[in-house]
């Protein structure tokens, strides 16, 4: 592939990251949570080279992007719960699980086969732009290889997948750092949380949702489901309270770290920095990452959820 070219945050990157796009190249685009790796949801060829680039597995589906309610829309069906959902959390860090249309231009590749879409509609302003500019929805996973930390700058991105992409449009550094939260809408009032986020179950509740987890047996259905991902080359431990055998140390709140979350203990924070700390950490080549104790709470479940999966058993 030819080399990897950077575009800038401007109505000139933008126009350039469209053109890409609608030529079937792959453009890692910045959001609100972490960099996505976009392609054309409905070219099927540029979608199956976000799974190669990216080493991912062919039954983990993909997010598709859209611009505005319309757009999401023309892909998927509905229900009143979801359409309350997206009017008060849309555009934002929030992905909704739904029916796909019969002949909804994506591809099936997106979907991994299953009969549900999901959807977001970034709240970032240069994804907003290259999506208008598009006309149409991307799929767009996070921008590096399957299973490791998820970007957060440009330059995470470059690291990851330089030689494997087109483009990237640095919007510099994500403001929220988790991925979406991923929610099926059921009947009434019911809504599976299929992915902790930056949208919270007490944000749910506080909305008149009622929140649920999702059935341990029902193998995927969402992006984000798998049990080891996130990782650094590192082994991870959590609930540390101290490292050892020249571990490095990820602090949160007060104590002694190589590198701290919050050192003020604030959850926003910590998610903010969580990808790009592991990040550093494991380039130091330590035999292993200690990371303290996250309040299993608000944000902090989002940032749990990541932790353990980052910790999991490798595949």
Same mark, same amino acid.
């Given at each position: 592939?030819?080399?990897?070219?950077?575009?800038?945050?401007?109505?000139?990157?933008?126009?350039?990251?469209?053109?890409?796009?609608?030529?079937?190249?792959?453009?890692?685009?910045?959001?609100?949570?972490?960099?996505?790796?976009?392609?054309? &949801?409905?070219?099927?060829?540029?979608?199956?080279?976000?799974?190669?680039?990216?080493?991912?597995?062919?039954?983990?589906?993909?997010?598709?992007?859209?611009?505005?309610?319309?757009?999401?829309?023309?892909?998927?069906?509905?229900?009143?719960?979801?359409?309350?959902?997206?009017?008060?959390?849309?555009?934002?860090?929030?992905?909704?699980?739904?029916?796909?249309?019969?002949?909804?231009?994506?591809?099936?590749?997106?979907?991994?086969?299953?009969?549900?879409?999901?959807?977001?509609?970034?709240?970032?302003?240069?994804?907003?732009?290259?999506?208008?500019?598009?006309?149409?929805?991307?799929?767009?996973?996070?921008?590096?290889?399957?299973?490791?930390?998820?970007?957060?700058?440009?330059?995470?991105? &470059?690291?990851?997948?330089?030689?494997?992409?087109?483009?990237?449009?640095?919007?510099?550094?994500?403001?929220?750092?988790?991925?979406?939260?991923?929610?099926?809408?059921?009947?009434?009032?019911?809504?599976?949380?299929?992915?902790?986020?930056?949208?919270?179950?007490?944000?749910?509740?506080?909305?008149?949702?009622?929140?649920?987890?999702?059935?341990?047996?029902?193998?995927?259905?969402?992006?984000?489901?798998?049990?080891?991902?996130?990782?650094?080359?590192?082994?991870?431990?959590?609930?540390?309270?101290?490292?050892?055998?020249?571990?490095?140390?990820?602090?949160?709140?007060?104590?002694?770290?190589?590198?701290?979350?919050?050192?003020?203990?604030?959850?926003?924070?910590?998610?903010?920095?969580?990808?790009?700390?592991?990040?550093?950490?494991?380039?130091?080549?330590?035999?292993?990452?200690?990371?303290?104790?996250?309040?299993?709470?608000?944000?902090?479940?989002?940032?749990?959820?990541?932790?353990?999966?980052?910790?999991?058993?490798?595949?």
């Amino acid at each position: 592939m030819s080399q990897l070219r950077l575009l800038n945050d401007d109505a000139t990157g933008h126009a350039a990251a469209a053109r890409l796009l609608a030529q079937g190249a792959l453009v890692a685009i910045p959001t609100e949570t972490v960099y996505g790796l976009a392609a054309d &949801a409905a070219n099927g060829e540029a979608v199956a080279a976000i799974y190669a680039a990216k080493g991912r597995p062919s039954f983990n589906p993909l997010i598709a992007h859209v611009a505005d309610l319309p757009m999401a829309e023309a892909l998927a069906n509905f229900t009143p719960a979801a359409r309350r959902l997206a009017h008060l959390w849309w555009p934002g860090p929030m992905t909704l699980v739904l029916p796909r249309r019969d002949g909804a231009a994506v591809s099936s590749l997106v979907t991994a086969g299953l009969d549900t879409l999901a959807l977001r509609m970034p709240a970032h302003p240069a994804a907003r732009a290259i999506l208008q500019r598009l006309g149409r929805a991307v799929a767009a996973p996070s921008a590096n290889r399957s299973g490791r930390i998820s970007p957060t700058r440009a330059s995470h991105v &470059a690291g990851d997948l330089g030689d494997r992409i087109a483009a990237v449009l640095d919007g510099g550094t994500c403001g929220i750092g988790v991925e979406s939260t991923i929610l099926a809408p059921g009947d009434g009032a019911d809504v599976t949380i299929l992915r902790p986020g930056s949208l919270t179950a007490e944000m749910l509740r506080a909305a008149g949702f009622i929140p649920q987890l999702p059935d341990p047996s029902g193998g995927i259905t969402a992006p984000g489901m798998l049990a080891s991902h996130y990782a650094p080359d590192a082994p991870v431990r959590l609930n540390a309270r101290s490292a050892r055998g020249g571990e490095v140390m990820l602090g949160f709140g007060a104590g002694v770290a190589d590198l701290n979350l919050s050192p003020d203990g604030r959850l926003e924070e910590a998610a903010a920095n969580l990808f790009d700390m592991l990040r550093r950490l494991d380039a130091r080549g330590a035999p292993g990452i200690a990371v303290a104790p996250i309040p299993d709470h608000g944000l902090g479940v989002a940032i749990n959820d990541r932790l353990r999966r980052a910790a999991a058993p490798r595949g």
